[in-house]
């Protein structure tokens, strides 16, 4: 349980120095789409990919340590972590959509009951 809890403040403190060098460069930079969900974004994709490889980094790192311990709960969930930010790095590296989710945008909104006709 301790290295969990040492684990989450080691992601956030990486993760708060990496925010804020995205911040600083989100001033200078001109906005794009950004190829993960199509928003506007200022923050360079190269600095995007870095981001999410110390999210994998760190997750990782927590993953093999609660293999070794043998909690194989919490370690499954750490290894949720590092594919999804290893599958977000691969796509800021790309520059684009994957093919696997280029369909997922064509579908129509479903019907809504919140929604006056």
């Known amino acids: 349980m301790i290295l969990f809890i040492v684990g989450f403040l080691l992601l956030g403190v990486a993760s708060i120095i990496v925010d804020l060098r995205a911040k600083r460069a989100a ?23 870095g981001q999410f490889l110390l999210w994998a980094l760190w997750t990782g790192v927590l993953a093999i340590g609660f293999t070794i311990q043998g909690e194989y709960l919490y370690s499954s969930v750490w290894y949720a ?24 945008r064509r579908f129509p909104d479903p019907p809504s009951l919140l929604k006056k006709p």
């Open 27 to 49: 001033k200078t930079n001109e906005p794009y789409l950004s190829p993960l969900d199509g928003t506007k974004e200022r923050v360079p994709s190269p600095l995007r990919v």
């Open 81 to 104: 972590h590092v594919v999804a930010a290893l599958y977000s790095a691969w796509i800021y590296r790309r520059g684009r959509v994957p093919k696997l989710l280029e369909g997922f």
